[in-house]
């Protein structure tokens, strides 16, 4: 995978480059993650924006560590404090090297990342039904903040959808199946909208994109697999903490906590039991909202977290 050997094979200097990048992604990933893990833990680190930027650092920083490692190392590696490439040779059975088990080990993150995060991003677009939305509704999503020029669009084949799409400050549109209506009541249905008025502002709406291109540069990773999910998870408890507490709501009050809980308890029931990963995701929000995880949307300074992506930045590259 790594090393002259991959030249003598005939592989071309531009794949091997390729090749070599995403392995050292993948290894600072390791890294960083594990050393940024174990300060979390040791700080006491809650559900907040701190640990969404220190997430966010494990998925962008490997990348830019991984490209400037070779310049710093040197071809031979001989100034790297860990050289991997012994590591990969290492024989296993059958005359295989541990570097064909990262291999198979990328393939599958790679895998399961297409079939369960990236072809339903692009491929599952929501069908419109034609039919006309209620007035009542219609006036509650446009009376949100941002929301003004939203468009609502009723859908099928597609049972408790709601979801949003375009960028903020531009015409969003909001598409709702059918079940969405008949299933939740004006409580839980109007804590279901805020949830999704707080996902639609433009700094949210701008680094969940830009996190999921460089997620998509780094399919076979399996540390960004994890890493990406779990931003993902942390930002909805972020909105649903917004959605509750009215930081972005109209004139009328927020709904309860409560009634958010319900209407996740109803998407749970709904939620095929193969996708352990969705309903896992929907039990933690829940367990947020009803108080048994502790959420502090600040709890280091900037200063800290800064100097964590500058040891970073540092150290990484010489691990190769």
């Given at each position: 995978m790594i090393g002259d050997p991959l030249l003598e094979d005939g592989v071309l200097p531009g794949t091997l480059a390729g090749a070599t990048w995403l392995w050292r992604v993948a290894l600072h990933s390791f890294v960083a993650g594990t050393a940024l893990y174990a300060w979390s833990r040791r700080l006491e680190l809650p559900a907040g924006r701190t640990r969404r930027l220190l997430l966010a650092a494990v998925l962008l920083v490997p990348m830019a560590t991984a490209a400037a490692g070779p310049a710093l190392v040197g071809e031979g590696g001989d100034a790297a404090w860990l050289d991997s490439r012994r590591l990969l040779a290492l024989p296993l059975a059958f005359g295989l090297q541990v570097a064909d088990l990262v291999v198979a080990a990328g393939v599958v993150t790679a895998a399961i990342a297409l079939v369960q995060e990236i072809l339903p991003a692009f491929l599952e677009r929501p069908r419109r039904s034609g039919d006309p939305i209620p007035l009542w509704l219609g006036r509650e999503v446009r009376s949100l903040p941002g929301w003004e020029r939203c468009t609502v669009h009723l859908v099928v084949g597609r049972p408790l959808l709601v979801a949003t799409g375009g960028p903020p400050r531009g015409r969003p549109h909001l598409h709702l199946s059918p079940d969405v209506l008949t299933r939740l009541s004006r409580d839980e249905?109007?804590?279901v909208l805020r949830h999704e008025n707080a996902h639609h502002t433009p700094r949210r709406w701008?680094?969940?994109?830009?996190?999921?291109?460089?997620?998509?540069?780094q399919l076979a990773n399996p540390v960004a697999l994890w890493v990406f999910r779990r931003y993902t998870l942390e930002l909805?408890?972020?909105?649903?903490?917004?959605?509750?507490?009215?930081?972005r709501a109209?004139?009328?009050?927020?709904?309860?906590a409560k009634a958010l809980a319900r209407a996740l308890l109803t998407v749970y029931e709904g939620t095929d039991r193969r996708d352990v990963a969705g309903r896992e995701a929907l039990r933690r929000r829940v367990d947020a909202l009803l108080g048994r995880v502790r959420f502090e949307d600040r709890s280091l300074p900037p200063e800290s977290l800064a100097a964590a992506v500058v040891v970073l930045l540092l150290a990484l590259p010489w691990i190769v």
């Open positions: 249905l109007a804590a701008w680094a969940l994109h830009l996190l999921f291109a460089a997620r998509l540069l909805e408890l972020a909105c649903d903490r917004d959605a509750v507490a009215g930081r109209a004139a009328e009050p927020p709904p309860t």
